[in-house]
């Protein structure tokens, strides 16, 4: 009786705090949502005025100076303005900088960047990030080595957004080193666009295969066409996923130089390869790769063979044609669990899978329903 | 005689009372690991840029699917609300698992879909695929119409037609928000190499507002059962799958709204055809593949990525409904009975397997031979009236701090029900629950246990009033 009383007597008191928690937070909550309101209430007509005299410097100042000194308004303020920047462009967007920086918001931030709370130098590097605030470049690439994981994933975000191609080496040290995975990393130099393309090109002879194969998959998402002959010859590097990325890349370029190489990466073991080579293959529009691509049909793999049939239909007239007559091959041939001389062209194997994704291809083409997710495209 | 049966009460009420310590602590440390955890996601989800998520060519695909069966009610617009989502690259796959229903004919006319000839390779064995449609109206709709084989049997058909990385599983008559399936994607582009699975928060549906396949208004279920369950599932996964999320060692992604790698789901075998828990029992073989191949992965759950779904209003399908959960879980925790505190299984044979071995499968079992051996108690004389309703009282309190917990964390994260009005129903429905309807679970969970024993077929359908409708 004695235990289970103590047990009672915690539990209500427990309970007791719980509740306190909850009506005490709710109260918080609806007296900070309205102070928030109130706060935005006042200070968006004045910004939205603002806007309208596209910013300018009189106006700015006006702004600045009746500004509340309550930091919990500022605060708000702050969030309202940094709300509006991602919508705005141009000379608008340069004068809410503007104000920003004249509002001593800014120097607010660049002070909090050193902070001993987390979660005020996460909150810094998101702020002068969104704000496009160069000269906070260094304190923010100095985060990429923060304790708090929360914190360097923050600065990512912040220096992608910089734009500076400056940027690439402390994201791929940082990266290389483990501090940051690979998601944000890719996102973030994705970010600065043409700016990184160079750096990127470098790295793709860093001694890591996990840089090489980042920097590849960028390269082909920015379109950078002076990489391409560096990701032909990444085809044949010793690590997988390299030289999967690498084809990956190519298919963005269509080149039709990347033919051979393509055509070799046809031949490896890893059936994911297969399929992008495929598809790059297909990207290039060059006749040369039809044939390549027939026989690709006849691949063991189901996702090969659908890749290669796409590509083929990518390849246009004799692209189709050659699909066309896979299509209409002996229906045996097809079913047949063994690669089988089919009634197609040239006489070539169509393999277990080679007439269905024929017919899948054409069926959805027809359609206009191709499949989401083409299997070279894969990214994970 | 008499005395060997005092004495053997008197030691089983101590044992009894020992459980229900261990249990109320593992409650506890759950609840306040889950807080943690669900305020971090609140600071992470802060500073996400979702926009970029959804405007870059990183994002991997999604294929979703939603296995039907006899949905041919409300499936044109949980399909079309799936279509809607907000995310890049994602093609719904809806499996009709032989529907007797109109469900076919109902995609067919709403969607224009065109049978084509389709490469349907087995990867993972099913039931005969009768053919494969796609929409000449929308290019990421794709139907298989496929004999019927059960849940299990037409996911694991949806996987094999699948081409995306990622693929979610979704019950057709849920409903997704708009930004869910990004939310919940957000952890595979942070971590690629890591993140296996991932699983949103389940809320109930009931009396909600919805319009064309959206939500437009968050209102609490006007009946009681519904609301008993609005309780139950704020515990369930507030206080619950965000602290195992934590600790790495989730057994359970609900099955109405998950998302997973497609190969490592093909590596293990797929969903395990005639297991009534396929959710769990794919989640619990996953971590069992990865730690036996000491591969580093993450599995999450997210409370912010939000999947509706009507709860039962009547007492016999909710029976059904539990009985189904719970012989599903014991079904799963017989299989991986090996992962049971040996250490090459980490913290899921060493704390989340015998959590859910001792607490939440046995709980029943106990709570039962408790209330049956009062009435022996008391012929007995061996009763004392006060101490059984301390711990009657004891239970009540306990079980509350429970509900409250998740209801502060509710507040604090996601303040979904913003009214007093609503807060305080909740925290009735909280009281109330201990008073019959926690004693009906109880029944219909052993119920569950029995069946598995027994080896009774399994049965029936859920009725639904549809999501929207009053």
Same mark, same amino acid.
């Given at each position: 009786?004695?235990?289970?009383?103590?047990?009672?007597?915690?539990?209500?008191?427990? +309970? !007791?705090?719980?509740?306190?928690?909850?009506?005490?937070?709710?109260?918080?909550?609806?007296?900070?949502?309205?102070?928030?309101?109130?706060?935005?209430?006042?200070?968006?007509?004045?910004?939205?005025?603002?806007?309208?005299?596209?910013?300018?410097?009189?106006?700015?100042?006006?702004?600045?100076?009746? +500004?509340?000194?309550?930091?919990?308004?500022?605060?708000?303020?702050? &969030?309202?303005?940094?709300?509006?920047?991602?919508?705005?462009?141009?000379?608008?967007?340069?004068?809410?900088?503007?104000?920003?920086?004249?509002?001593?918001?800014?120097?607010?931030?660049?002070?909090?960047?050193?902070?001993?709370?987390?979660?005020?130098?996460?909150?810094?590097?998101?702020?002068?990030?969104?704000?496009?605030?160069?000269?906070?470049?260094?304190?923010?690439?100095? !985060?990429?080595?923060?304790?708090?994981? #929360?914190?360097?994933?923050?600065?990512?975000?912040?220096?992608?957004?910089?734009?500076?191609?400056?940027?690439?080496?402390?994201?791929?040290?940082?990266?290389?080193?483990?501090?940051?995975?690979?998601?944000?990393?890719?996102?973030?130099?994705?970010?600065?666009?043409?700016?990184?393309?160079?750096?990127?090109?470098?790295?793709?002879?860093? %001694?890591?295969?996990?840089?090489?194969?980042?920097?590849?998959?960028?390269?082909?998402?920015?379109?950078?066409?002076?990489?391409?002959?560096?990701?032909?010859?990444? +085809?044949?590097?010793? @690590?997988?996923?390299?030289?999967?990325?690498?084809?990956?890349?190519?298919?963005?370029?269509?080149?039709?130089?990347?033919?051979? %190489?393509?055509?070799?990466?046809?031949?490896?073991?890893?059936?994911?390869?297969?399929?992008?080579?495929?598809?790059?293959?297909?990207?290039?529009? &060059?006749?040369?790769?039809? %044939?390549?691509?027939?026989?690709?049909?006849?691949? @063991?793999?189901?996702?090969?063979?659908?890749?290669?049939?796409?590509?083929?239909?990518?390849?246009?007239?004799?692209?189709?044609?050659?699909?066309?007559?896979? @299509?209409?091959?002996?229906?045996?041939?097809?079913?047949?669990?063994? %690669?089988?001389?089919?009634?197609?062209?040239?006489?070539?194997?169509?393999?277990?899978?080679?007439?269905?994704?024929?017919?899948?291809?054409?069926?959805?083409?027809?359609?206009?329903?191709?499949?989401?997710?083409?299997?070279? #495209?894969?990214?994970? | 005689?008499?005395?060997?049966?005092?004495?053997?009460?008197?030691?089983?009420?101590?044992?009894?009372?020992?459980?229900?310590?261990?249990?109320?602590?593992?409650?506890?440390?759950?609840?306040?690991?889950?807080?943690?955890?669900?305020?971090?996601?609140?600071?992470?989800?802060?500073?996400?840029? $979702?926009?970029?998520?959804?405007?870059?060519?990183?994002?991997?695909?999604?294929?979703?699917?939603?296995?039907?069966?006899?949905?041919?009610?409300?499936?044109?617009?949980?399909?079309?609300?799936?279509?809607?989502?907000?995310?890049?690259?994602?093609?719904?796959?809806?499996?009709?698992?032989?529907?007797?229903?109109?469900?076919?004919?109902?995609?067919?006319?709403?969607?224009?879909?065109?049978?084509?000839?389709?490469? $349907?390779?087995?990867?993972?064995?099913?039931?005969?695929?009768?053919?494969?449609?796609?929409?000449?109206?929308?290019?990421?709709?794709? =139907?298989?119409?496929?004999?019927?084989?059960?849940?299990?049997?037409?996911?694991?058909?949806?996987?094999?037609?699948?081409?995306?990385?990622?693929?979610?599983?979704?019950?057709?008559?849920?409903?997704?928000?708009?930004?869910?399936?990004?939310?919940?994607?957000?952890?595979?582009?942070?971590?690629?190499?890591?993140?296996?699975?991932?699983?949103?928060?389940?809320?109930?549906?009931?009396?909600?507002?919805?319009?064309?396949?959206?939500?437009?208004?968050?209102?609490?279920?006007?009946?009681?059962?519904?609301?008993?369950?609005?309780?139950?599932?704020?515990?369930?996964?507030?206080?619950?799958?965000?602290?195992?999320?934590?600790?790495?060692?989730?057994?359970?992604?609900?099955?109405?709204?998950?998302?997973?790698?497609?190969?490592?789901?093909?590596? =293990?075998?797929? $969903?395990?055809?005639?297991?009534?828990?396929?959710?769990?029992?794919?989640?619990?073989?996953?971590?069992?593949?990865?730690?036996? /191949?000491?591969?580093?992965?993450?599995?999450?759950?997210?409370?912010?990525?939000?999947?509706?779904?009507?709860?039962?209003?009547?007492?016999?399908?909710?029976?059904?409904?539990?009985?189904?959960?719970?012989?599903?879980?014991?079904?799963?925790?017989?299989?991986?009975?090996?992962?049971?505190?040996?250490?090459?299984?980490?913290?899921?044979?060493?704390?989340?397997?015998?959590?859910?071995?001792?607490?939440?499968?046995?709980?029943?079992?106990?709570?039962?031979?408790?209330?049956?051996?009062?009435?022996?108690?008391?012929?007995?004389?061996?009763?004392?009236?006060?101490?059984?309703?301390?711990?009657?009282?004891?239970?009540?309190?306990?079980?509350?701090?429970?509900?409250?917990?998740?209801?502060?964390?509710?507040?604090? /994260?996601?303040?979904?029900?913003?009214?007093?009005?609503?807060?305080?129903?909740?925290?009735?429905?909280?009281?109330?629950?201990?008073?019959? $309807?926690?004693?009906?679970?109880?029944?219909?969970?052993?119920?569950?246990?029995?069946?598995?024993?027994?080896?009774?077929?399994?049965?029936?359908?859920?009725?639904?009033?549809?999501?929207?409708?009053?």
């Amino acid at each position: 009786v004695e235990i289970a009383l103590i047990f009672m007597l915690a539990g209500s008191l427990a +309970l !007791l705090a719980q509740l306190s928690v909850l009506v005490a937070g709710k109260l918080r909550l609806d007296r900070a949502a309205a102070f928030e309101r109130r706060v935005r209430r006042a200070a968006e007509a004045d910004i939205i005025l603002l806007l309208a005299d596209e910013a300018d410097e009189p106006a700015r100042r006006r702004f600045a100076a009746a +500004l509340p000194s309550d930091p919990r308004a500022r605060a708000a303020v702050a &969030a309202l303005i940094l709300d509006y920047l991602p919508r705005l462009r141009g000379s608008v967007r340069d004068g809410v900088r503007a104000l920003f920086s004249e509002a001593g918001f800014a120097e607010d931030y660049r002070r909090m960047l050193a902070s001993r709370r987390r979660e005020d130098r996460r909150r810094a590097a998101g702020a002068l990030g969104a704000l496009g605030d160069v000269a906070a470049f260094g304190d923010i690439a100095r !985060l990429l080595r923060d304790d708090a994981p #929360e914190v360097r994933l923050q600065a990512l975000a912040a220096l992608g957004a910089l734009g500076s191609g400056d940027a690439v080496a402390p994201i791929l040290g940082a990266f290389a080193a483990g501090l940051v995975p690979f998601g944000p990393a890719a996102m973030s130099l994705l970010r600065l666009g043409a700016p990184a393309a160079p750096h990127l090109q470098h790295a793709l002879t860093d %001694p890591s295969p996990r840089v090489r194969a980042l920097a590849a998959q960028l390269l082909g998402h920015l379109e950078w066409l002076p990489a391409a002959p560096d990701l032909s010859s990444l +085809l044949r590097d010793p @690590a997988p996923d390299v030289r999967r990325e690498a084809a990956r890349s190519l298919a963005h370029f269509g080149l039709d130089e990347s033919c051979e %190489p393509l055509a070799l990466a046809m031949e490896d073991a890893d059936p994911r390869l297969r399929a992008a080579a495929a598809r790059a293959l297909g990207a290039t529009g &060059a006749p040369r790769a039809v %044939p390549i691509l027939r026989r690709a049909l006849a691949d @063991a793999d189901p996702d090969v063979a659908l890749a290669a049939a796409a590509a083929l239909d990518a390849l246009g007239r004799d692209g189709r044609a050659a699909l066309a007559a896979a @299509a209409d091959a002996d229906p045996r041939a097809g079913a047949c669990a063994d %690669p089988v001389r089919a009634a197609g062209p040239g006489d070539l194997p169509l393999g277990p899978f080679g007439r269905a994704a024929a017919r899948e291809v054409l069926d959805r083409a027809t359609l206009g329903a191709l499949h989401v997710a083409d299997p070279a #495209e894969v990214t994970i | 005689m008499r005395h060997a049966i005092v004495t053997a009460l008197v030691y089983y009420n101590v044992a009894v009372l020992l459980y229900f310590a261990l249990a109320t602590c593992a409650y506890l440390t759950l609840l306040i690991t889950s807080a943690g955890e669900v305020m971090r996601q609140a600071r992470d989800a802060r500073h996400a840029d $979702y926009d970029l998520l959804l405007t870059s060519p990183l994002t991997p695909a999604v294929a979703i699917i939603a296995p039907a069966y006899n949905e041919g009610a409300g499936i044109a617009q949980s399909v079309r609300s799936l279509l809607a989502l907000r995310y890049p690259n994602h093609e719904v796959i809806v499996v009709n698992d032989g529907s007797t229903d109109d469900t076919l004919d109902v995609l067919r006319r709403e969607f224009a879909l065109r049978r084509i000839d389709a490469l $349907y390779h087995p990867a993972l064995p099913t039931r005969p695929v009768r053919g494969v449609y796609v929409s000449a109206l929308e290019p990421t709709l794709t =139907v298989v119409d496929k004999e019927n084989g059960g849940k299990a049997d037409a996911l694991n058909c949806g996987v094999n037609v699948a081409r995306a990385p990622l693929f979610s599983s979704i019950d057709a008559d849920s409903l997704l928000e708009p930004d869910a399936l990004l939310r919940l994607v957000k952890p595979f582009v942070d971590e690629p190499d890591r993140v296996v699975a991932a699983g949103g928060i389940v809320r109930i549906a009931n009396d909600l507002a919805v319009e064309r396949g959206s939500v437009t208004a968050v209102q609490l279920p006007r009946r009681p059962l519904p609301m008993f369950q609005v309780v139950e599932y704020l515990r369930a996964f507030l206080a619950g799958r965000a602290g195992w999320s934590a600790l790495n060692s989730l057994l359970i992604i609900s099955g109405a709204f998950a998302l997973f790698r497609r190969d490592l789901v093909l590596a =293990v075998g797929g $969903y395990t055809v005639g297991c009534l828990g396929e959710d769990a029992e794919l989640v619990t073989r996953l971590h069992r593949h990865l730690r036996e /191949r000491r591969r580093p992965y993450k599995m999450v759950f997210l409370s912010d990525p939000v999947c509706w779904t009507e709860a039962p209003e009547s007492l016999r399908v909710l029976r059904r409904q539990r009985r189904r959960w719970h012989r599903g879980l014991a079904e799963t925790l017989s299989r991986h009975r090996g992962m049971f505190l040996r250490p090459r299984y980490g913290s899921v044979g060493s704390l989340a397997y015998p959590y859910f071995l001792a607490v939440e499968l046995l709980a029943p079992v106990v709570e039962a031979t408790g209330y049956l051996t009062l009435p022996l108690a008391w012929r007995l004389g061996a009763l004392d009236p006060r101490v059984a309703l301390l711990l009657l009282a004891l239970a009540i309190v306990y079980g509350l701090v429970l509900s409250l917990g998740a209801l502060a964390i509710e507040e604090y /994260r996601h303040h979904r029900y913003p009214t007093w009005r609503d807060l305080l129903r909740l925290c009735a429905y909280g009281v109330a629950e201990n008073v019959g $309807y926690h004693q009906l679970t109880v029944l219909w969970r052993l119920e569950g246990l029995l069946d598995l024993l027994r080896h009774s077929p399994t049965w029936g359908t859920m009725e639904r009033r549809g999501l929207g409708a009053s």
